[in-house]
């Protein structure tokens, strides 16, 4: 299940999509829009702006906006930017350091090795889906 901070992500990227190529957007239209307290949004969106996905102008006329094309950010993208991982187990994640908290010895885990399989599939189905494709 994904966390209200990820969701909310989604949304607030969706509505930037929406919006690519006419300049920053204001935080607070994009707060309005989506039904997202704004002092949440706010670090929602500076998060995704030091992760190079947004970018931001200072002052009366600005706001944020996509600093890439809306094509090429995914929602595997984002998924990991605030979830840290798209599968259900840690161990079976292939990152590096995630251990079983169960098994010690994992190559004898009677359940990691599908939930291995269901972490690719949902990975490359994430990373099939654009924000281009949510709008």
Same mark, same amino acid.
């Given at each position: 299940?994904?966390?209200?901070?990820?969701?909310?992500?989604?949304?607030a990227?969706?509505?930037? /999509?929406?919006?690519? +190529?006419?300049?920053?957007i @204001?935080?607070?239209?994009?707060?309005?829009?989506?039904?997202?307290?704004?002092?949440?949004?706010? +670090?929602?969106?500076?998060?995704?702006?030091?992760?190079?996905v947004?970018?931001?102008?200072?002052g009366? /006329?600005g706001?944020?906006?996509?600093?890439?094309?809306?094509?090429?950010?995914?929602?595997?993208?984002?998924?990991?930017?605030?979830?840290g991982?798209?599968?259900m187990?840690?161990?079976?994640s292939?990152? @590096?350091?995630?251990?079983c908290?169960?098994?010690?010895?994992?190559?004898l885990?009677k359940?990691?090795?599908?939930? /291995?399989?269901?972490?690719?599939?949902?990975?490359?189905?994430?990373? +099939?889906?654009?924000?281009?494709?949510?709008?």
């Open positions: 299940m994904l966390s209200k901070k990820t969701r909310y992500a989604i949304l990227l969706a509505s930037l /999509a929406r919006e690519f +190529g006419n300049g920053p @204001p935080i607070s239209r994009i707060a309005g829009d989506e039904h997202i307290p704004q002092r949440f949004l706010e +670090g929602i969106l500076l998060e995704l702006k030091n992760g190079g947004l970018g931001s102008v200072r009366k /006329a706001g944020y906006y996509l600093s890439r094309d809306p094509g090429e950010v995914t929602l595997c993208d984002v998924v990991t930017r605030f979830e991982t798209a599968g187990l840690a161990c079976a292939g990152r @590096p350091g995630c251990s908290e169960f098994s010690k010895e994992e190559s885990c359940i990691r090795a599908s939930f /291995a399989d269901i972490h690719r599939k949902m990975t490359e189905m994430l990373s +099939g889906v654009t924000l281009r494709d949510l709008v």
